[in-house]
């Protein structure tokens, strides 16, 4: 069983910064990707990065250019740091984890950005 830890939410100014981290524990062999989703209030889940096992990365569209994904393999946890933070950046954000082929995600952590 792989657990899954989200951290570093919290309340920001629009303009500012926060870093999400994620660290995943349990059984795990190696970690295939790593991916944070969102979840505004009364919108749909969304994609916000993902991270594959060879580095390559991926971002929507509305975080492109302001947000950035990384991991620290030794630790297994993946980060979040996410720049210019805009209201519309407000929501739950969740980390998951593949192992195995097997997908395991957080219970999340609030984000949000004042105007």
């Known amino acids: 069983q792989v657990q899954v830890v989200e951290s570093g939410g919290g309340l920001v100014q629009a303009g500012g910064s926060l870093r999400l981290s994620c660290a995943a524990s349990?059984?795990?062999?190696?970690?295939?990707?790593m991916a944070w989703q969102r979840q505004a209030p009364g919108k749909q889940r969304e994609s916000v990065a993902h991270?594959?096992?060879?580095?390559?990365?991926d971002y929507g569209d509305s975080v492109k250019d302001r947000f950035i994904i990384s991991r620290d393999i030794t630790k297994n946890t993946v980060y979040l740091q996410m720049n210019n933070l805009k209201p519309d950046d407000t929501a739950v954000y969740y980390c998951?984890?593949?192992?195995?082929?097997?997908?395991?995600w957080g219970q999340g952590t609030q984000v949000t950005v004042s105007s």
């Open positions: 998951g984890v593949v192992v195995a082929y097997t997908s395991y």
């Open positions: 349990g059984t795990i062999s190696s970690i295939q990707s």
């Open positions: 991270l594959s096992s060879g580095g390559s990365t």
